[in-house]
């Protein structure tokens, strides 16, 4: 399946929490990185915080959408994100934006990602691969 996924860091080398979770992605069962958008700094949305870099990677994958979103948990927890404030600051951040043409509306899922229409750190990147 087709996939774009949000790709976001604010805290400590953002720029390496980027590349390591792209490395992350690459190195999963099941995900193949086709391209990687340029990564953008951008003001964050919430709490006042330190601004972000945000990107999109393009990837085909054979996960079913909460396959995936194990998935990118996994490498989150894995790089010490930890969710404490809604929309705080973080180490890194993976979101599902687009799963093919699936429409997915669950308490822990929600696919087309509600959001990215609203937020211009995600279209930018994200129109460059589209």
């Known amino acids: 399946?087709?996939?774009?996924?949000?790709?976001?860091?604010?805290?400590?080398?953002r720029t390496k929490n980027i590349e390591d979770a792209i490395k992350g992605l690459r190195e999963s069962d099941g995900i193949k990185v086709k391209?990687?958008?340029?990564?953008?700094?951008?003001e964050p949305v919430g709490p006042p915080q330190p601004k972000y870099l945000n990107g999109v990677a393009?990837?085909?994958?054979?996960?079913?959408p909460h396959e995936l979103l194990s998935v990118l948990e996994g490498i989150e927890n894995a790089?010490?994100?930890?969710?404490?404030?809604?929309?705080g600051p973080?180490?890194?951040?993976?979101?599902?934006?687009?799963?093919?043409?699936?429409?997915?509306?669950?308490?822990?899922?929600?696919?087309?990602h509600p959001l990215m229409n609203e937020r211009e750190f995600v279209q930018r990147p994200l129109r460059e691969l589209l």
């Open 1 to 13: 399946m087709h996939c774009y996924i949000g790709i976001g860091s604010n805290m400590g080398d």
């Open 35 to 42: 391209r990687v958008s340029k990564i953008y700094e951008t």
């Open 58 to 64: 393009e990837i085909e994958t054979e996960l079913n």
């Open 79 to 87: 790089m010490g994100r930890r969710r404490v404030v809604r929309w």
């Open 90 to 112: 973080r180490t890194i951040d993976l979101d599902i934006l687009i799963y093919g043409d699936k429409k997915i509306d669950e308490p822990d899922l929600k696919i087309p």
